[in-house]
C-alpha cells in the first residue's frame, strides 16, 4: 500500500529517466482540452422541428473542431469543421445555422478535438461501430493529441 501513492503520482506526472548517457522524457497529459461542450438550452433540453440549436464551447488549447450528429435512426453527418482558439465560442460562428429537420427523438452531437486539420475523410453514414469508424477518421488526420466530448438534445 505504502508502494502505491509514489507509484501512482510517478505515473501521473512527468517523468524523466537517465540511462548511461542518455536521457529519456515521457509525459502523460490526462488534462482536458474540451471544457465545455452543450447546447445552448442544456444538455438534455427539448427543440422542435424549424427551430435553431446553437452550442457553447470552451477549449483550453486552440485547435481544430469536427462537430459531428447522430440521429435517432443512426445517420450520422458532420455539423462543421472549423479552427477555433481558446475560449468560449458560440456554434455556429458568424450568420450561419443549424436549423432541426426531422427525425424527431434523441439527437447526439459530438466535438472532437483534434491537434492538427482534421484531413479529407469525413464522418457520414450508418455505422454499426462508431468508434472503429472514429479511429479511422483520427488516423487519417495525423492528430497526436485529440478529445471526443458528447451532448445530447430532444426534437420533437
Same mark, same amino acid.
Given at each position: ?16 529517466? &537517465? ?8 509525459? +502523460? ?13 442544456? @444538455?438534455?433540453? &427539448? ?10 464551447? &470552451?477549449?483550453?488549447?486552440?485547435? +481544430? ?38 427525425? /424527431?427523438?434523441?439527437? /447526439?452531437? /459530438? @466535438? ?15 455505422? &454499426?461501430? +462508431?468508434? @472503429? ?6 488516423? @487519417? ?16
Amino acid at each position: 500500500m505504502r508502494l502505491l501513492f509514489p507509484l501512482l503520482a510517478g505515473l501521473l506526472s512527468a517523468c524523466t529517466v &537517465t540511462l548511461e548517457g542518455f536521457t529519456l522524457s515521457y509525459r +502523460w497529459d490526462f488534462t482536458p482540452v474540451i471544457l465545455r461542450f452543450e447546447p445552448d438550452r442544456g @444538455a438534455g433540453a &427539448t427543440y422542435y422541428v424549424g427551430e435553431e440549436v446553437r452550442f457553447f464551447l &470552451t477549449l483550453a488549447d486552440p485547435g +481544430w473542431i469536427s462537430l459531428v450528429a447522430i440521429d435517432p435512426d443512426g445517420r450520422t453527418y458532420e455539423l462543421d469543421r472549423l479552427y477555433l482558439g481558446r475560449g468560449t465560442h458560440v456554434l455556429p460562428p458568424g450568420a450561419y445555422s443549424y436549423t432541426l429537420t426531422p427525425p /424527431r427523438g434523441l439527437q /447526439r452531437v /459530438r @466535438a472532437i478535438y483534434m491537434d492538427g486539420p482534421p484531413g479529407s475523410l469525413r464522418l457520414e453514414g450508418v455505422y &454499426t461501430d +462508431w468508434d @472503429a469508424r472514429l479511429r479511422v477518421y483520427l488516423e @487519417a488526420s495525423g492528430a497526436r493529441h485529440y478529445q471526443v466530448v458528447e451532448t445530447y438534445f430532444y426534437v420533437r
